[in-house]
């Protein structure tokens, strides 16, 4: 069985990618959280569709279809909003965001159910981190840009509450393991 595969790695560690981040940091520029969130998005979704094509529980694929509908829409919000500000999405992943979605790829059976689990409550915890500190004083400067922000961050908390629950129920049915997902590369801005 893989869970051999599992043995040996680091647990997660992405709970505040930015939480370290100094107070005398300059400002988070759009631009910069346009790139990670949409980064992030591409994630999202192309893990969401894996959750669809290869989840073995019912509640797996359940999520993944959530997520995939949510994680559209806030791609296509995101589209239009950046492309009237003239800011560029990312069209792929990051490199943090790729290696995460590689790690997922390979697996399936329970295996896969695990992994993606702990993967959303990762990604969901990130995503968090970025939207909170986008919002803060430090972080991005354009209104509309930040309204949009504000407007995800109670969908985000959502997602991560239902993501633990979703780890938590996976973990009743077969053992825990620990998975080292990768940070996004810090952003200094």
Excluded at 35 to 63: C, H, P, R
Excluded at 91 to 120: C, R, V, Y
């Amino acid at each position: 069985m893989k869970n051999n595969i599992l043995i040996g790695l680091i647990g997660i560690s992405s709970a505040c990618l930015f939480a370290s981040c100094k107070a005398d940091r300059p400002s988070m520029s759009n631009q910069e959280f346009i790139t990670i969130a949409s980064s992030n998005n591409n994630l999202e979704i192309m893990s969401a569709d894996q959750a669809i094509a290869k989840g073995l529980n019912n509640i797996i694929v359940t999520y993944g279809y959530k997520m995939k509908t949510h994680y559209d829409l806030a791609g296509k919000e995101l589209s239009d909003l950046a492309r009237g500000k003239n800011w560029v999405l990312s069209q792929g992943m990051q490199k943090g965001h790729q290696l995460n979605f590689e790690m997922l790829s390979p697996f399936t059976g329970e295996e896969f159910d695990w992994i993606f689990a702990e993967l959303m409550v990762h990604s969901q915890q990130e995503a968090l981190g970025i939207f909170r500190e986008a919002v803060s004083g430090r972080g991005v400067s354009d209104p509309d840009l930040r309204a949009w922000i504000g407007s995800k961050l109670p969908i985000l908390e959502q997602h991560l509450k239902e993501a633990l629950a979703l780890r938590a129920g996976i973990n009743k049915k077969i053992l825990p393991r620990h998975v080292e997902f990768k940070e996004q590369d810090p952003v200094i801005w």
